[in-house]
């Protein structure tokens, strides 16, 4: 059985276990639907200047919370899912079988992209259908899913790299959360940023993978300009994360 293969087949038992824990595929599916409804409620009705147009903040929401989608599952999920397993003893057990350690990977990347592909389809559908958002087609659509398969994979890897400072499966959502959550808010991903934000907000949140990611994803929305080096950006920083685990990852627990 070749690489692929095996990859496919052990995405199946993945894939089990996510689903066999009900609550926590519900509230990643639930969570972006749901702050899309908080945030389009209280902040909708507004406008906020983007690329030089002005775009209604029903529209941005769908935008943001499509790449909010992403990040959840593809980092969030998967960091603190690894650091549960490890201090369970699964990683080690794992590690003592004759399953390589890419193909261990390999499956966690691909069920995370199957995750946040139907999360983008579920969002996207969501706020067609209240807040009548646009739909990337053709060349958009092209470019967005570059960038939905780059940033899913870069954002895994990230996931998989702040395996390596976390001590242990209590710490493993407070700094995931400590990780993630200031940079969504600079980035416009909670909070609108438009054009005249201050230049340190900018200059600090470009630094990061998180503004590229949703500056891409919304260009297919918004009808923002599309820059390949967003996508360059996050594919470096997914390389730097995979670097990083390869030579940090730890499979035993750490007592």
Not at 40 to 67: N, P
Not at 85 to 111: I, N, W
Request: glycine letters at 8%; aromatic letters at 14%.
């Amino acid at each position: 059985m070749n690489a692929a293969a095996l990859i496919l087949f052990q995405m199946r038992f993945v894939n089990k276990a996510f689903w066999r824990n009900p609550a926590s595929a519900f509230f990643t599916f639930a969570f972006p639907l749901m702050f899309l409804v908080i945030f389009t409620a209280l902040l909708g009705k507004g406008e906020v200047q983007l690329g030089g147009r002005l775009i209604h903040q029903s529209a941005y929401y769908v935008a943001s919370m499509t790449a909010f989608a992403v990040m959840t599952a593809c980092y969030n999920n998967i960091a603190i899912g690894l650091a549960f397993q490890r201090d369970a003893g699964v990683l080690k057990r794992t590690r003592g079988t004759p399953l390589p350690s890419a193909v261990f990977f390999g499956a966690k990347v691909v069920h995370a992209l199957l995750v946040a592909l139907l999360l983008v389809v579920i969002t996207v559908t969501f706020g067609h259908v209240l807040y009548s958002a646009e739909v990337p087609t053709g060349v958009s659509l092209l470019q967005f899913l570059v960038m939905l398969v780059v940033g899913a994979a870069s954002f895994c890897a990230l996931g998989f790299a702040i395996t390596t400072v976390i001590p242990n499966s209590d710490a493993a959502a407070p700094i995931v959360n400590a990780t993630i959550l200031p940079l969504l808010f600079l980035s416009g991903i909670f909070i609108p940023i438009g054009d005249n934000a201050p230049a340190w907000i900018t200059w600090t949140a470009r630094i990061f993978p998180v503004k590229h990611f949703a500056d891409a994803i919304q260009a297919g929305f918004l009808g923002t300009v599309f820059h390949w080096s967003d996508v360059l950006v996050v594919a470096l920083w997914g390389l730097g994360a995979l670097l990083v685990t390869l030579r940090y990852f730890s499979w035993e627990p750490r007592h």
